[in-house]
């Protein structure tokens, strides 16, 4: 089996800072990496560490994938490429685990044994096989419903709206906090750290030609799990008949008329948004 391509997108949150999503495809892989947003000064040359992770992950995972690496091996060697650039470019160690560029993923790559979903964090994969039902990969609803709440309740003790921005001395300790638990317990992103290709979560699903994959970071997949305009079926649906871009001013009409999170709660206005749309052949 191979992917085709049918549609592609990708929003940065802020046209006036860098996207910190990235996406990668090719016949034999797609790809969709989340940096996640600094908390504070970056370690890495260029505007944001988080851009950096996201764009350098995506494209060493398809470098490996090409070698003719399956999938978890090309993640070890992706992510070991990763830790040796961070030691080599950094500024200096970091001296909290929050400093640390990390990003979610969803990696989808068909095989013999049908297509093999890797990721980390709150990328997804939604897959549409017919009449079925769509299939979610992916704990991104879950995910989403615990931050909105998080959200809402740092708002209402700091008295801000939630969506003030991560940068804000009432939000930042808390968020670094949490941060500082990357890389423990269950909790593993894509870093610089190879031991955590050990910890990626795997799927591995029987599908067969013309089933169409959506591979979505969170802030694209907020149409549905946190604004509650589509279902996953009926996002899959409207990806395939109206197209991504379309999607996409929506996505950015809902978040214009709630600026302040106070309808739907969450730390930013507009989150960068990126969506792969594919066909296996």
Not at 6 to 14: E, I, K, M, V
Not at 70 to 81: E, F, N, V
Not at 119 to 129: E, K, M, N
Not at 210 to 232: C, E, M, N, R
Request: net charge negative; glycine share 10%.
């Amino acid at each position: 089996m191979a992917l085709e391509l049918l549609d592609s997108l990708s929003l940065p949150g802020d046209p006036a800072k860098p996207n910190e999503d990235a996406f990668g495809h090719d016949a034999n892989a797609a790809v969709v990496l989340d940096g996640a947003t600094p908390l504070g000064d970056g370690l890495m040359p260029g505007p944001s560490d988080a851009a950096w992770i996201a764009q350098f992950g995506a494209r060493r995972l398809l470098a490996h994938l090409r070698d003719g690496n399956g999938a978890r091996k090309a993640l070890r060697g992706a992510l070991a490429d990763t830790q040796k650039s961070f030691e080599a470019l950094r500024r200096m160690p970091p001296q909290e685990i929050w400093q640390t560029p990390c990003a979610s993923m969803m990696l989808a790559v068909p095989g013999e044994e049908g297509v093999e979903f890797l990721w980390y964090g709150d990328c997804a994969a939604l897959i549409r096989s017919g009449d079925a039902a769509v299939t979610v990969v992916g704990e991104t609803f879950d995910k989403r419903a615990a931050e909105a709440i998080r959200a809402k309740e740092i708002g209402k003790a700091k008295n801000l709206s939630p969506a003030s921005g991560l940068s804000r001395p009432e939000f930042i300790g808390s968020l670094r906090t949490a941060r500082n638990h990357i890389n423990s317990g269950s909790y593993w992103l894509f870093s610089p750290e190879e031991k955590a290709a050990s910890h990626v979560s795997r799927r591995v699903i029987r599908l067969g030609p013309g089933v169409a994959l959506l591979l979505v970071s969170d802030g694209f997949l907020a149409l549905a799990s946190d604004y509650g305009a589509y279902s996953a079926d009926s996002l899959m649906a409207a990806a395939l008949s109206k197209g991504l871009k379309a999607l996409g001013a929506e996505l950015r009409a809902i978040e214009a008329s709630d600026p302040g999170g106070d309808t739907f709660a969450r730390f930013k206005k507009s989150d960068d948004a990126t969506a792969l749309l594919l066909k296996l052949t």
